[in-house]
């Protein structure tokens, strides 16, 4: 259920000049999640368990469109545009993943959710894992999809073997002050394009127009700013993420939904160390973008693992 008082109309989108999609059977909500409006899409059952959906770069919520409708007739279902990301605000400050989750976080809790199963592909699943570090008393469980988590399951070095390096390549080259957006902007249609053509299995996945929207979300009010945010601040992520480790294990159930052709190869063998209830699930023809690639599987996937849980 929703409260009125803390979400908010069309009206106060933060970021008008990107067009607004709509998914049938979803609502469109703005919410203050501590102090930054955060962007919401959503449907389902609202008396059923919720499921919050993240998406990572060069992406917005719309990556769980196709998902989405899969889970509908069960859950109730949430998906969050991370700060910085499509219509939610674009703060400035720290984008590292704890402070991100706060606001995330605050963001479900506005949508009067208490308790909640995440799943989070790439970049949103950097933000999930930290999220579930600090508040995994109010998770059910949490499902990571194909991503090199800061600290966690992302590598200490860059591979340069060619056969690899083109998975990573871009981690390193985000760091660099300024230099990215000196050659990004203006260019951010062909900079997203190649990320969403090459890291699929199928260069058909996405089409001309699916470009073109994540690529105006990206220029949009400050967006390629906070894009490469969330890259610079990864080192202080990882030693978030390691600091709170010492203090504790993960016991919230997690599943790590790894592509057969994707980035990493057992995403539940690489968060297992951290974790004391981790499955995995490897989804067949898929590259880097599962939810996109393979949405039925994904929508199977989850369904599945909150029906073990409850």
Do not use: C
């Amino acid at each position: 259920m929703t409260h009125p008082a803390t979400t908010a109309s069309v009206s106060d989108n933060p970021v008008r000049d990107l067009p607004l999609h709509d998914l049938a059977g979803f609502t469109h909500r703005w919410v203050d999640a501590g102090g930054v409006r955060l962007h919401a899409v959503e449907g389902g059952q609202p008396n059923r368990p919720a499921v919050v959906l993240l998406a990572g770069f060069p992406q917005t919520w719309w990556a769980w469109r196709k998902v989405m409708p899969g889970l509908a007739d069960r859950f109730h279902v949430i998906a969050i545009d991370l700060p910085g990301q499509g219509h939610s605000e674009r703060p400035d400050g720290s984008y590292d993943t704890h402070t991100i989750a706060a606001y995330v976080h605050a963001a479900v809790n506005a949508l009067g959710v208490s308790a909640y199963w995440l799943a989070a592909h790439d970049i949103g699943a950097w933000v999930a894992f930290s999220l579930a570090l600090k508040y995994q008393s109010q998770l059910r469980g949490v499902a990571l999809l194909d991503a090199g988590i800061p600290g966690i399951t992302l590598p200490d070095t860059i591979p340069t073997d060619p056969e690899t390096a083109w998975k990573t390549w871009h981690f390193a080259f985000h760091l660099v002050p300024d230099l990215p957006e000196t050659l990004l902007t203006g260019r951010e249609r062909a900079y997203v394009g190649w990320f969403l053509k090459v890291k699929s299995l199928s260069p058909d996945t996405f089409d001309d127009a699916e470009v073109e929207q994540y690529a105006a979300a990206i220029t949009a009010d400050g967006g390629l700013r906070a894009s490469l945010a969330y890259y610079r601040d990864a080192a202080e992520s990882a030693r978030k993420n390691h600091e709170a480790l010492e203090q504790q294990h993960l016991t919230v159930p997690l599943l790590g939904i790894s592509g057969s052709h994707g980035s990493i190869p057992d995403m539940a063998a690489s968060i297992r160390p951290w974790a004391d209830n981790t499955t995995g699930v490897i989804v067949p023809d898929a590259g880097h973008f599962i939810p996109d690639e393979q949405p039925d599987a994904v929508a199977a996937a989850l369904s599945g693992f909150i029906a073990q849980g409850d």
